[in-house]
């Protein structure tokens, strides 16, 4: 019952019908109340997102997957301290985090939202060393602003590291298929052994290859850290075992293995750093099943499994096929390997060619296994990109992962070693461009980042998610009319992502395509907070900022964790004249992002106006060492050491940003307006006749040239100048200032001032 009720529930996962898949794990734990068996019931559970239920069943749970199930219950929950606790008990000098670089990813992501720097940045390194290709690590070092270079990161340690795994996994593989040939001869010879022992270890025969379905027991599978008979802890591929991640992701964790020790701990002591599998079969299943002979415990198991029957039988064909020396058969039939499913190989195929053969003495030879000749399209990048990858690995270090074995077992089936040496290469080589681009980004080094993302081959460079990098980095370089173009690229290659779509409703200015951009992404997915950001961002260029408001506050509510809606929020309040909220909203931003410079920027400026002016400083300065490119931030840090006496260097500041964008008008402007209150009127005038180049339409210049002027006594330009700010149709503030100004033209400026 246990075994057909388990196989029931990981079909409906397998199905995403997660209704069903929950009312019968409900079933299942009423029958046999055991831990592996609320484990699966809290995946079921996290699936449907409902983080709540998998909080209460797996509540004081002390094996590992399940600490890590109810870790990241919490985290979804924003229970914090509770999840570092499941993660990482206080009581325990030395804990040991579950699930290897996914818990220590998980418990990174932890400390970072508690405002512990260096305790995440130590876990996102330890979750990369365990596993060079979380992609997340890296992203969220990046994020803190620590990341290495990617030629560290995804260099040649990466590469020796995966090689490494996969070789003691196709050791381990071949122990495991051995014996695996031992008793599957011993059954068809009729050696059976009728005692109640061996009925038991035939019982985990079959609980092994209910296992063999991979996708649906993906959620049950623990920490793979473990070491087996004293051997390395990494016996997994990355030791990553995610019970999430792989679930999604669809990528088979590595078999189990059935005695892989003799001598060392039973399967029911590696209950959850194993497979939950094998402790359902040793300690529940084996008593039940005593008396029923081994015949018909064959014949049960062989109707009841037909669905996992294909990997089975895959299996026992590569196996017969490694006896035979045969390794061609693990091949496809387009002469590609299985390894490309587990490295993305429907992608990568087109960055590097299908076959690379390392042999002594010999450089990489890059050729296509199809046609039988060179790979010519986009054969330049491609070529560099292998051969780098290549040129970074120690010839003697891939000899002897190739002299190992022929063929490694990889997701059900058998890939030769080279094709997983090159697979690893390829997809090294890929991560360091992508990364090293995302990393130059996150320092808002743009433009090194946009050449960065021009290295990638074509098939890469134009998906959505490259292409919304690359309008974050025209939007960051105030280039709004390539952002727009790249987002809209973004849009046509994945119109379902929403990956950037905040900062594309930002900098557009035009009603219809705010409105039509907003209305779209609504219909695309309502409960995402980009959705609401976008449906904001159009209620605010109407200057509509109560509903603006309200819209950036139900961002929030949908993604708590998004820096930039916190920061929307805020700067409705602002405009809304309600400071107060808008330093919290602004410090909210900072909680969950402290990197994020446009929060630093925002309680500046409120700074600015209340005029706390060393506060203001400080909150420009802190967003100034953020992104130090923004002339932005140089312009209002500038004012800010102006309204604090420190006229030199605010100059100095003004001056630096005017270098950083000749094209923004506003610190060419401040810095006339420093030149004035100092007294040196002919190098203010100077600053606003080459401003008037750039902004020609901007009827604040000309009403400062007027003042200008009249301070030099120069009436008539005066009067001119005044003439011509108000036909520029200012506002009307400006309009009453000049107004003014101008029936004081013939006062002097000591009367005026009385």
């Known amino acids: 019952m246990e075994t057909i009720l388990r196989d029931c529930i990981e079909n409906s996962l397998r199905h995403f019908m997660y209704k069903n898949a ?8 009423a029958e046999f109340h055991t831990e592996i068996n609320l484990q699966l019931l809290a995946s079921c559970y996290l699936q449907s997102n409902q983080a709540y239920s998998a909080y209460h069943i797996l509540k004081g749970s002390q094996m590992a997957q399940s600490r890590y199930l109810f870790a990241i219950s919490c985290f979804q929950m924003d229970l914090f301290n509770e999840a570092e606790n499941a993660l990482s008990p206080a009581n325990e000098p030395s804990p040991e985090i579950p699930n290897g670089a996914a818990g220590h990813y998980l418990l990174g992501l932890v400390y970072r939202f508690t ?22 690590a890296y992203e969220e070092l990046c994020i803190l602003g620590a990341a290495e270079e990617t030629t560290i990161v995804f260099g040649e340690a990466a590469a020796l590291c995966i090689q490494k795994q996969y070789s003691q996994h196709g050791l381990a593989s071949q122990n495991c298929q051995s014996e695996d040939r031992i008793s599957f001869s011993s059954r068809n010879f009729g050696l059976e052994d009728t005692s109640p022992r061996h009925l038991k270890h035939a019982e985990g025969n079959n609980v092994k290859d209910v296992s ?30 995610s019970p999430m991640a792989t679930q999604l992701s669809g990528v088979a964790p590595p078999p189990v293995c059935r005695n892989a020790q003799q001598n060392g701990p039973n399967l029911g002591t590696l209950s959850a750093d194993s497979s939950p599998r094998s402790t359902v079969g040793s300690t529940i299943q084996a008593p039940r099943r005593k008396v029923v002979d081994e015949g018909k415990l064959r014949k049960i198991s062989g109707r009841l499994f037909s669905d996992s029957g294909p990997r089975r039988s895959t299996r026992l064909a590569a196996e017969a096929g490694a006896n035979s020396n045969t390794s061609s058969t693990a091949l496809t039939g387009n002469g590609t390997s299985n390894s490309s499913k587990y490295f993305g190989g429907s992608k990568l195929s087109s960055m590097a060619p299908r076959s690379v053969t390392i042999r002594r003495g010999q450089a990489c030879s890059y050729e296509n296994s199809d046609e039988g000749i060179r790979n010519e399209e986009f054969g330049d990048s491609r070529a560099n990109m292998a051969s780098t990858a290549c040129s970074s690995l120690p010839v003697s270090d891939s000899r002897s992962f190739e002299q190992e074995g022929a063929n490694v077992p990889v997701s059900g089936g058998v890939v030769s070693s080279s094709k997983i040496v090159t697979g690893a290469l390829e997809i090294l080589s890929l991560l360091r461009i992508l990364g090293e681009a995302y990393r130059l980004s996150s320092m808002y080094r743009c433009q090194d980042a946009l050449d960065v993302y021009l290295k990638l081959p074509h098939r890469h460079y134009n998906t959505g998610w490259v292409l919304s990098q690359v309008g974050k980095a025209h939007f960051e370089l105030v280039d709004y009319l390539e952002a727009d173009r790249a987002f809209n690229l973004a849009r046509r290659a994945s119109p379902y992502s929403l990956e950037g779509m905040d900062i594309h409703s930002t900098h557009l200015k035009e009603d219809m395509k705010l409105s039509y951009l907003a209305q779209e992404l609504i219909s695309t997915d309502r409960l995402a907070p980009q959705s609401w950001i976008a449906m904001g961002n159009c209620y605010s260029l109407q200057k509509d900022h109560e509903t603006a408001l309200k819209n950036f506050q139900r961002a929030v509510q949908l993604g708590s964790k998004v820096a930039y809606a916190h920061t929307l929020c805020g700067h409705e309040f602002v405009a809304l004249e309600d400071f107060e909220n808008g330093i919290k909203s602004y410090q909210s931003a900072l909680r969950v992002d402290a990197r994020h410079y446009n929060a630093w920027y925002g309680l500046g400026m409120i700074y600015l106006r209340q005029e706390k002016f060393e506060f203001s400083e400080h909150h420009f300065r802190m967003a100034f060492h953020i992104n130090p490119r923004s002339s932005v931030i140089m312009s209002y840090l500038g004012t800010a050491l102006h309204a604090l006496q420190r006229s030199e260097e605010a100059i100095e500041m003004m001056e630096k940003a005017i270098l950083t964008d000749k094209k923004n008008p506003l610190p060419m402007y401040q810095k006339a307006n420093i030149l004035v209150s100092l007294e040196r009127l002919d190098e203010a005038l100077e600053v606003l006749e080459e401003l008037k180049e750039y902004a020609p339409r901007e009827s604040s210049v000309y009403a400062l040239m007027g003042k200008i002027y009249k301070r030099r006594n120069m009436h008539e330009r005066a009067m001119f100048h005044f003439g011509l700010a108000l036909d520029l149709k200012p506002s009307a503030t400006d309009v009453a200032t000049i107004k003014a100004a101008i029936e004081k033209l013939h006062v002097p400026d000591e009367i005026e001032e009385l």
């Open 212 to 241: 063999g379905n991979y996708h649906g027991s993906a959620i049950l599978s623990g920490s793979a850290n473990q070491p087996l008979n004293g051997g390395p802890s990494n016996m997994s591929f990355y030791s990553t075992p």
């Open 115 to 136: 405002d512990r720097r260096k305790s995440a940045i130590h876990h996102f390194k330890q979750a990369l060393a365990i596993d060079p290709l979380l992609w997340s």
């Open 22 to 29: 929950i009312f019968l794990c409900e079933r299942l734990c």
